[in-house]
């Protein structure tokens, strides 16, 4: 193998950002371009001990996951849509297969029990958040999306998974540079005004926030644009100036002055109405948002009674949904505008039961914990780093009844996961991905660990249970047990079904099964599919 050299090889797999992955012998090769499925020409560019990367020169056969036609004209330049070339119900076998990948290398997560990925009813115009730089070019004003991996604009005419009004936002907002005479923002030398476009829509309550990133602090005129806004129908209803003046990446400043309108929108997630703010993290997928929330309610089956902590809150969503079912909530999040925002959104929502603490979530957690505030359920919605390990730390040391996890990345839930199962005093009974963003390889999930009863020290809990196995018992583990189900139903079922069904048949559980203490658990029950496959299961080991 040398530079340069052009191969031939299949796509196998895909990586985290949509590129391609072969192999060439025993090297992994890693593509810029490609679908499961391509046989492809591509040219080395790189090579390491153990692989190489290569861009690809022609695709040979096409792969039978592509789409027919192509569905955008920017899609190959544009970094937005990484697998927009693959046919929606394919995208969808993708990512699950991604998820079960990084639970399984990086997690050691044997079988994991993963639901179906739930899907999009609609995967086009989703996007609630537009975010948009400009430049000037050959005396032109570009408004669009950066190329994959530059920071070159490419201008767009109608992008498929944003809101069509945004089409009608930027033409008046190019009218509006034009006619007030506004410069356009130069990053290479850090001169001009306006640099970025934002619009955030409310999908519940008809409401748009447009805000306008300029270099410098000077309050822009806006009569024109509001005028247009109007007569064009657009319930614009906030306009806000970020004032961002230094030479960077980021996009947003702490400095906003309100130009028309309200500084905030409003959104609702089921009953419940929220303030959104300019700096305000949101998910951009109402309609998935709200089902994964539902989910991760269900998951806590919350009973009126219990202490929850919301670790990474953000502006309230998950915690105020929480306060409905729990006793008492605790919301913890650093960002100091976040936690003001939730208050805010407890108090117009008249919820008492909720408590907001601004920190590091690693020290906050512990200053709960140390004022005996000890939580049943645990909810954490880290950002795509994930969960600091001094965190998952004194989770460990709390020991509540339940997790529940929500990931926006599979690599780093995978590895917080074998954090919280490496004692043993916790199950993962089920995992649930969520499609949020169509037409990327970005997918979130919903990871319900559930705790053991293994009160007695390890080694003499083993020795006791030894002991005390009924014959019937020491036939098969429960590992064995899904393994067996798996492959001969193609049914996934949690230690809970098949511990309802053995108890059902007589057979006795260990000590250390997962048992709730709670009178009145609302526990889910076996369905009747699933409970013949574990009793076909039962009778295969010779258990009944």
């Given at each position: 193998m040398q530079l340069n050299q052009i191969i031939q090889l299949d796509i196998t797999d895909m990586t985290d950002e949509g590129g391609a992955i072969g192999k060439i012998d025993t090297l992994t090769v890693f593509l810029n371009k490609g679908v499961i499925g391509d046989k492809v020409k591509a040219k080395i560019t790189k090579i390491k001990k153990n692989y190489i990367t290569a861009d690809v020169q022609e695709i040979q056969v096409y792969s039978k996951l592509r789409e027919d036609k192509k569905l955008c004209d920017i899609q190959d330049l544009c970094g937005g849509c990484q697998i927009l070339d693959i046919k929606y119900e394919n995208q969808l076998k993708v990512k699950q297969n991604l998820l079960k990948q990084k639970l399984e290398r990086i997690g050691g997560i044997v079988n994991p029990n993963i639901n179906d990925i739930v899907s999009m009813q609609n995967p086009f115009r989703y996007r609630n958040k537009t975010q948009m730089p400009l430049c000037m070019k050959n005396g032109q004003i570009q408004i669009g999306f950066y190329k994959q991996k530059t920071h070159e604009i490419i201008p767009f005419t109608d992008c498929k998974i944003q809101n069509e009004i945004n089409n009608k936002i930027i033409e008046i907002i190019k009218r509006f540079i034009i006619n007030e005479k506004i410069s356009v923002y130069d990053e290479h030398n850090h001169t001009g005004n306006l640099r970025h476009i934002i619009t955030k829509i409310s999908q519940k309550k008809d409401e748009i926030m447009l805000i306008l990133v300029t270099k410098d602090s000077k309050k822009l005129n806006i009569d024109f644009m509001v005028t247009e806004f109007?007569?064009?129908?657009?319930?614009?209803?906030?306009?806000?100036?970020?004032?961002?003046?230094?030479?960077?990446?980021?996009?947003?400043?702490?400095?906003n002055i309100l130009l028309y309108g309200k500084e905030y929108i409003q959104d609702m997630i089921e009953n419940l109405t929220f303030n959104i703010y300019p700096n305000s993290f949101y998910q951009v997928n109402s309609i998935q948002m709200e089902k994964m929330y539902k989910r991760a309610l269900d998951y806590a089956n919350l009973q009126g009674t219990e202490t929850v902590y919301?670790?990474?809150?953000?502006?309230?969503?998950?915690?105020?949904?929480?306060?409905?079912?729990?006793?008492?909530?605790?919301?913890?999040?650093v960002v100091a505008q976040a936690i003001e925002s939730a208050k805010q959104n407890a108090k117009i929502n008249n919820i008492e039961n909720a408590k907001f603490i601004c920190g590091k979530v690693e020290d906050e957690i512990e200053n709960l914990v140390a004022k005996s505030n000890m939580p049943n359920v645990i909810v954490l919605d880290p950002a795509r780093k994930g969960c600091e390990e001094k965190v998952l730390d004194t989770i460990l040391n709390v020991k509540p009844e339940k997790i529940i996890y929500i990931s926006c990345n599979p690599s780093t839930l995978a590895r917080d996961l074998k954090k919280l199962l490496s004692t043993k005093e916790y199950e993962l009974q089920e995992v649930t991905p969520y499609d949020l963003f169509s037409h990327t390889m970005h997918v979130e999930t919903v990871a319900l660990l559930s705790k053991l009863n293994v009160d007695k020290h390890i080694d003499v809990e083993i020795k006791l249970d030894e002991?005390?196995?009924?014959?019937?018992?020491?036939?098969?583990?429960?590992?064995?047990?899904?393994?067996?189900?798996?492959?001969?139903?193609?049914?996934k079922v949690p230690t809970l079904y098949i511990a309802q069904i053995k108890k059902k048949c007589g057979i006795e559980l260990r000590e250390n099964y997962?048992?709730?203490?709670?009178?009145?658990?609302?526990?889910?029950q076996c369905t009747p599919e699933k409970e013949e496959a574990i009793m076909d299961a039962l009778r295969h080991f010779k258990m009944i």
């Open positions: 109007k007569k064009n129908k657009i319930p614009v209803k906030s306009i806000v100036q970020n004032v961002n003046t230094k030479k960077t990446n980021v996009i947003l400043s702490d400095k919301d670790l990474y809150c953000g502006i309230g969503t998950i915690t105020l949904l929480l306060s409905q079912k729990c006793k008492t909530v605790y919301g913890i999040e002991l005390d196995l009924t014959s019937a018992e020491s036939k098969a583990t429960y590992a064995k047990i899904k393994e067996y189900i798996l492959e001969k139903f193609g049914l997962n048992k709730s203490k709670k009178e009145k658990q609302v526990i889910p």
